[in-house]
């Protein structure tokens, strides 16, 4: 079952602006992870935060975690035109010992 | 970094036969695998849990007779899909929880495996 929560559901915005992306998820959770997958192809990993970290930066991503309000946000800044592509959240809920995804985003820079 | 490859990626069979996906860890061994079946424009939908030697654990409404895996090593998981029809056709990806330096808690994933069932 789904356990994430994304929104919005799809993103279009000009290069160079910031994109925000946000993931609710329901239980507690040992970490939130983000990947980032571009149409018909695999998964790739951008970044994990664990359940007592509130903040994470990656070049230009940053991912926020708020536990009391279990959420988590990711702010792409700079936009480029290759960071056009579907990102999900995946909660690595407590006890679960697996990796449960969000609905995604389908983010679109437009050049 | 730790790889995961999926073979076959691409996949295209008749309705009625069965179909194998072998995901293997090239450069570590994994604890665990999970199999993953992706619906066009839709998110991953987790199918199942292996551990290496003992049964896969399904997720609810995946039926265990139909979506075979054997998990035969710390480095390979098959999915074997039986009497397939076009409504099995997705983009099944795996992954791998590494066991690397007693950290348990990253998971790669393979390129995943495009199936087409005509």
């Known amino acids: 079952s789904q356990q994430g929560e994304e929104d919005p559901q799809a993103l279009s915005i000009q290069e160079g602006e910031n994109a925000t992306m946000n993931c609710s998820y329901k239980?507690?959770?040992?970490?939130l992870q983000w990947y980032r997958q571009n149409s018909g192809r695999g998964l790739v990993h951008l970044i994990l935060i664990r359940s007592n970290e509130r903040e994470k930066h990656s070049g230009r991503l940053r991912v926020t975690l708020d536990t009391s309000k279990k959420s988590s946000s990711l702010l792409i800044t700079a936009s480029r035109a290759a960071d056009t592509a579907s990102y999900f959240c995946a909660t690595d809920a407590r006890g679960a010992q697996k990796l449960v995804f969000g609905q995604g985003t389908r983010l679109t820079i437009n050049p | 970094g730790a790889v995961v490859s999926q073979h076959p990626s691409r996949v295209i069979c008749k309705s009625g036969t069965s179909v194998k996906i072998e995901c293997r860890s090239l450069d570590f061994q994994a604890t665990t695998m999970f199999w993953y079946r992706q619906f066009p424009k839709q998110s991953l939908m987790l199918m199942a849990t292996?551990?290496?030697?003992?049964?896969?654990?399904?997720e609810q409404g995946v039926e265990k007779d139909k979506f075979l895996i054997n998990h035969a090593s710390l480095t390979l998981s098959t999915l074997t899909v039986t009497s397939a029809h076009p409504e099995d056709s997705s983009f099944y990806i795996c992954?791998?929880?590494?066991?690397?330096?007693?950290?348990?808690?990253?998971?790669?994933f393979g390129p995943g495996t495009r199936l087409t069932v005509l």
């Open positions: 292996s551990n290496e030697g003992s049964k896969a654990t399904y």
């Open positions: 992954s791998a929880r590494a066991k690397l330096a007693g950290v348990t808690d990253t998971q790669y």
């Open positions: 239980t507690s959770i040992n970490n």
